[in-house]
């Protein structure tokens, strides 16, 4: 079956530095790739998305590409701030009526200033 | 545009008592819809989904149930809470069919049980 896999945090980093957050996936065919955002409290966010190979998808200073070859979605930002302290999750969907997403387990991001 | 509305936001059970939580979805006719619980620092868990009125599906055998009495309505319910179901429940809802739609996510239940 399909699977996601996101490096365990949380993640600690200094305010304007630079943000990779691993992703990996195991999925048949070729699935649509998201990663999403869930601030405290809250429900998560669609932060981009990617639906084919080479594909990159960007979005507030984040971009994410879609490497067929390696399986991977790599979340990154060149400048980090405070704001973007919260749970980021990788994920997964493929076509069809139900697109049953399959998420990673999250990825907790801490920016200090 | 289209929004989600969930609610209660928080809820406090005694064990054993019945649940009954609420989505809607406006802006969109005939998504899918689908509740998850997330545990404590945990990932999501997929309970129950849905494509249409009175169509559910359930993910994992548990003390819940879910209904879809409208198209754009889904209720989670239980009979008798379990300290179990504490968590963090989530509604969200799809476009049906076509290629890479995200699930939009409301802004959740925090369901304590004691």
């Known amino acids: 079956g399909d699977s996601v896999t996101q490096m365990e945090g949380p993640v600690t980093l200094s305010e304007e530095a630079f943000l990779t957050i691993n992703c990996t996936y195991t999925?048949?065919?070729?699935?649509?790739l998201f990663w999403y955002v869930q601030y405290p409290g809250e429900g998560l966010q669609l932060l981009l998305k990617?639906?084919?190979?080479?594909d990159k998808g960007s979005n507030k200073g984040f971009e994410a590409t879609y490497r067929k070859e390696t399986t991977s979605f790599h979340l990154e930002k060149g400048s980090v701030q405070v704001s973007d302290s919260a749970v980021y999750f990788c994920?997964?969907?493929?076509?069809?009526?139900?697109?049953?997403?399959?998420f990673g387990t999250g990825t907790k991001l801490q920016v200090i200033p | 545009s289209q929004t989600i509305h969930q609610w209660p936001a928080t809820l406090v059970q005694p064990v054993g008592s019945p649940l009954s939580l609420e989505c809607t979805v406006e802006?969109?006719?005939?998504?899918?819809l689908y509740w998850y619980r997330q545990a404590a620092g945990r990932g999501l868990q997929l309970l129950f989904y849905?494509?249409?009125?009175?169509?559910i599906s359930s993910e994992v055998p548990q003390n819940l149930s879910a209904s879809r009495p409208q198209d754009r309505q889904f209720i989670l319910s239980s009979k008798k809470l379990l300290l179990s179901d504490s968590g963090f429940y989530l509604c969200?809802?799809?476009?049906?069919?076509?290629?890479?739609?995200?699930?939009?996510f409301g802004d959740g239940t925090r369901l304590s049980i004691l």
């Open positions: 969200a809802w799809s476009q049906s069919g076509g290629r890479g739609q995200p699930q939009h």
């Open positions: 999925a048949t065919g070729y699935p649509s």
């Open positions: 990617a639906t084919k190979a080479d």
């Open positions: 994920a997964l969907s493929h076509s069809g009526g139900y697109q049953k997403v399959t």
């Open positions: 802006g969109t006719s005939n998504p899918n």
């Open positions: 849905s494509v249409g009125i009175g169509q």
